[in-house]
């Protein structure tokens, strides 16, 4: 039991605290930048199975937030605080998808294939950033065949992008991926 109740809770603490894919700006700048292509970022992305999984972003200030998503057709909807800051629990179902989502402020934003299921974040030192193919001179035993039989669209990766601050950061560079053959 405490095993179970551990894991759930280090889930959503990845999902709201640690994986910043799943924030979405609309702010006029980034609404644009997000609609000019940039929403490949948050596209394919997984959220977690059968939870409540938080979106946040920002907008206008007092700006009418519509959250809807397609695996329950449901929506969702909340008001941007005075600095523009907005955030909504979406429910989520079992594993399954691809499904979409999406977040109207005024001007209508699709994430698409997304999926459901088992999130899993992975972090260490510098071997966590080894490719799979290996580097130059120091290749990874079988990963050939492994990356020859890598067409697998139900696994994501999200990397991110190596950065460096003594402050808080609500946004990283990165995007989530779909499995494929290298």
Known sequence: KFIKNSNQLFHRRIIEQVLGPVRVDLCERRFIELRDGNETKFSNMVLQQASNVPIWGSA??????????????????????????????????????????????????????????????????????????????????HSNNILAHANNTQLRLFHTERAVSDKPQSDCRGSWQVSTPA
């Open 60 to 141: 206008a200030a007092n700006r009418h937030i519509k959250i809807t998503t397609s695996w329950n057709h449901q929506s969702y909807s909340c008001v941007a605080d005075k600095s523009g800051h907005w955030k909504v629990f979406v429910k989520t179902v079992s594993a399954g998808g691809p499904y979409e989502i999406t977040i109207d402020d005024g001007k209508e934003l699709t994430l698409s294939n997304i999926l459901i299921g088992e999130v899993w974040l992975c972090s260490g030192q510098s071997n966590m950033e080894i490719p799979l193919k290996g580097f130059l001179n120091q290749p990874v035993l």
